[in-house]
């Protein structure tokens, strides 16, 4: 061989060995699974791959999701550089252009239509240094009270009712490591196998050591399958059902009587409503035979722990902040909470769902779960910002609300970061065609989604695998997600490009960061005395310490794994129990002649959330790569609706077309149409407007649909 054929082979045979691994988490779920991308050139084409990486949540577990994560941020349309639509096509702009559009639009908003014309719609996806950074952008920056995210579509109700039971909202009161020893669980409207799978082992070390386990779903799912019992509510009757577990508890003499007198109000009152009670009533209205009600009660107040959880079939209900106090009734009245093996969780949703509604980007919050209406509240944070108090707007409107004001003419531009609510939000049609009434639309994406299509300006943004930052677990665990891979293209971080916009808005002296970390220490004295405290968590110490669980007030503090144990948040360390009625606020949608059928949305293993990202991802589109409605076999014999063929589904607003799956594992009255498809499978457009009065949640697991084939 010559000398060159032998340098030849020796070159590529390095670059063969070439193999360089970056430390990440999850993209996904509030699981934040850690993960390493594995990058391998081989000759000079180059593979990757995405392993698990030992941490004290995930244990190292990825689920199929997390394995083929990397595959969207490799996606030929990942959007590399600015895009601004001429003539209705997005055309590439630089940098510096697309900032002076916007400050151009921007000023001339303000100036034509006031201050609180502009608005901000963030998410949870997004770190919790960009979440606040997002919240103060919108007060200091933009001056407007109009800021809210996709969050108030997912954890508003939960965290809502633990606020005004406990006094405090942080997911799970007890860390995870707990669940195995408990000896009861609830799963109410939670379908952990498919949406945290990783969390499984938990449940299944739980059940190997005897824990009793009952669910409470309209549909059997691979959640259901783990359970000793399932109880198959009718949609939206959890609050309901509740109220048949404390009546039977009552009539057995099974309440904790000394945890309700000691660290509860408001028992004696509830007991008074539920005595109004027959059980019979509660069986027809929930669908769940007396029998099944007695056994779960029983069961759970019996053992001497126990942990209830509840997702987002109990809490996506217009009644959902009601339905989950009922539901921590029944806990507190089995003196469940609070000690070893016995608390309360709400599975988080999104990977920074929880700190992501903790640091200002709900439209009456400030950061550390500060309350932007309240005095004292407000002169912490300004002083931290270098801003006089009077100078912070004051509150402004949830999610689905500033789509009404924009239909309205109140709010004319919108900057968007991290979210699709043409596919996410309830109503669809009315959400786009609201969108398209604004004035000036900038969303900051990885992809042009079906809302970045109707943007004016797309500004590009990074992956979880180029955007490092801190991202609250399920568990309540700030983690720090690291991400060291650069920006392809001339995409840029979230908290780069929000400051580089105050930047030309002429605000640089209030958003003067370098690094993440910078934001994070101010996020730190921010949130110093607030009720989510984290002001003694450093990124040096979550490195070492492998995440620490909020609140963590000091530099000594180890942070706090478990809530509860001699008080609650309320001033008078008592919790508040207050009766929930089974008629008053029941879904106002019912199945009626025209549309006989209850629908339930929500999601499956493969796809996340709208699909934007999960949709580009080949292994995870191969396994769905459509909608589809799942209908009981006497449901589908009735309406004449064979396996696997196109059906259209009707509810007051819209009309979708999903294929048909037949399965007996669903009540007869519900259908059931996961939501991470858009165009004519978009399920949102037949989700109604109505909101959860106290925490504005929309009711996506209750409508009311006819059927047909197509
Ligand atoms: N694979 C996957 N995982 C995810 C996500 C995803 O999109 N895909 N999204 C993440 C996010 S943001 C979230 S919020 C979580 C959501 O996690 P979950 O809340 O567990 O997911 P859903 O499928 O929306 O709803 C859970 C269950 O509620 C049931 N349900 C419907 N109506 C009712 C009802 O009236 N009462 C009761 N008791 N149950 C009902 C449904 O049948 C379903 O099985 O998942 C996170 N993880
Ligand atoms: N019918 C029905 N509707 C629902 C639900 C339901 O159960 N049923 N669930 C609701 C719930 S719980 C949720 S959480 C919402 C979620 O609703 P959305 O927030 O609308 O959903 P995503 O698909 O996560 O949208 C995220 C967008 O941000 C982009 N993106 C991802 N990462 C980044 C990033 O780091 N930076 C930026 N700038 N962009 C990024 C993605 O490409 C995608 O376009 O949907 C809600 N809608
Ligand atoms: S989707 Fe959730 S459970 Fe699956 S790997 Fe990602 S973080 Fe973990
Ligand atoms: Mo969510």
């Not at 244990?59 to 969207?72: E, S, T």
């Not at 929930?286 to 019996?302: C, L, N, R, S, Y």
């Not at 991400?483 to 780069?496: F, L, M, V």
Request: aromatic share 8%.
């Amino acid at each position: 061989m010559t000398d060159l054929l032998l340098k030849y082979f020796r070159t590529k045979q390095q670059e063969v060995q070439t193999e360089k691994v970056y430390d990440t988490q999850c993209p996904f779920c509030s699981m934040q699974c850690k993960m390493q991308l594995i990058e391998q050139s081989i000759v000079s084409r180059k593979t990757y791959k995405t392993i698990g990486k030992d941490n004290p949540t995930s244990q190292g577990r990825l689920c199929i999701k997390g394995m083929n994560a990397h595959q969207h941020p490799f996606h030929q349309d990942r959007i590399l550089h600015p895009l601004l639509k001429v003539e209705g096509e997005f055309v590439r702009i630089t940098w510096d252009e697309a900032l002076q559009h916007i400050k151009k639009q921007f000023e001339e908003i303000q100036a034509v239509d006031g201050h609180e014309a502009l608005s901000i719609y963030g998410s949870a996806s997004i770190t919790n240094e960009e979440a606040y950074l997002l919240g103060k952008f919108a007060r200091v920056a933009l001056k407007t009270p109009y800021i809210d995210y996709n969050g108030r579509l997912c954890m508003s109700a939960a965290a809502t009712a633990a606020n005004q039971t406990f006094g405090l909202d942080r997911g799970l009161t007890n860390s995870l490591k707990e669940i195995p020893f408990t000896r009861v669980i609830m799963l109410a409207g939670t379908n952990i196998a498919e949406c945290q799978p990783t969390i499984m082992p938990y449940f299944e070390k739980a059940k190997e050591n005897g824990a009793y386990i009952i669910a409470i779903d309209p549909r059997e799912t691979p959640t259901t399958q783990l359970a000793d019992l399932h109880l198959k509510v009718k949609p939206g009757m959890d609050a309901a059902l509740a109220n048949g577990l404390l009546k039977v508890i009552i009539d057995e003499g099974l309440v904790d009587e000394a945890f309700v007198k000691e660290r509860a109000t408001g028992f004696e009152e509830v007991r008074s409503y539920v005595n109004s009670l027959s059980l019979d009533e509660i069986t027809e209205m929930t669908g769940v035979p007396v029998d099944q009600m007695k056994t779960a009660a029983i069961k759970f107040a019996e053992e001497d722990s126990g942990m209830l959880f509840t997702a987002r079939g109990v809490e996506q209900q217009i009644d959902g902040t009601a339905a989950v106090r009922n539901i921590l009734n029944f806990l507190l009245a089995t003196g469940k909470i609070g000690k070893a093996y016995s608390g309360y969780g709400a599975i988080t949703g999104q990977g920074n769902g929880q700190g992501a509604r903790e640091h200002g980007q709900k439209a009456d919050q400030l950061p550390g779960y500060r309350l932007i209406e309240n005095e004292e509240h407000r002169e912490h944070v300004a002083k931290v910002w270098g801003i006089d108090k009077d100078e912070l707007p004051g509150k402004g409107v949830s999610a689905y609300e500033m789509f009404q004001k924009i239909n309205d003419g109140d709010i004319t531009g919108m900057l968007l970061v991290c979210s699709n609510p043409v596919v996410s939000n309830p109503n669809a049609n009315f959400v786009k065609a609201a969108l398209k009434k604004l004035k000036f639309l900038v969303a900051v994406d990885m992809f042009i989604s079906e809302t970045a299509q109707l943007a004016d300006l797309i500004l590009p943004a990074s992956s979880y695998l180029e955007d490092e930052g801190t991202m609250t677990n399920l568990e309540g665990r700030v983690t720090l997600r690291e991400a060291s891979r650069p920006c392809p293209g001339e995409a840029k971080n979230d908290w780069e490009i929000i400051c580089e916009i105050a930047k030309v808005l002429g605000k640089e002296k209030y958003f003067p960061f370098q690094k993440a970390e910078d934001i994070f220490n101010e996020l730190r004295e921010a949130s110093r005395g607030g009720a989510a405290d984290y002001y003694g968590i450093t990124y040096d110490r979550i490195r070492k310490e492998q995440g620490i669980l909020w609140p963590c007030p000091d530099l000594g503090h180890s942070g706090t794994d478990r809530l509860f144990e001699e008080t609650f948040a309320h001033e008078d360390g008592k919790a508040r129990m207050v009766p929930v009625s089974n008629t008053s606020e029941l879904p106002k949608e019912k199945p009626s002649e025209e549309y006989p059928l209850y629908l339930t949305t929500g999601r499956i293993m493969s796809h996340y959330l709208t699909g934007v990202q999960t949709r580009k991802s080949a292994a995870l589109a191969a396994r769905n790569f459509e909608s589809y409605l799942e209908i009981h076999p006497e449901t589908a014999k009735k309406y004449n609706i064979e396996q696997n063929t196109l059906v259209s589904v009707t509810s007051r607003r819209g009309t979708i077309k999903v294929r048909s799956k037949i399965s007996d594992t669903i009540r007869p009255d519900t259908v059931f149409v996961p939501f991470h498809w858009a165009e004519d499978q978009n399920v949102n457009m037949l989700v109604g407007e109505d909101l959860d009065p106290t925490c504005k949640m929309p009711g996506f697991k209750v409508s009311a649909v006819n059927i047909k084939p197509v």
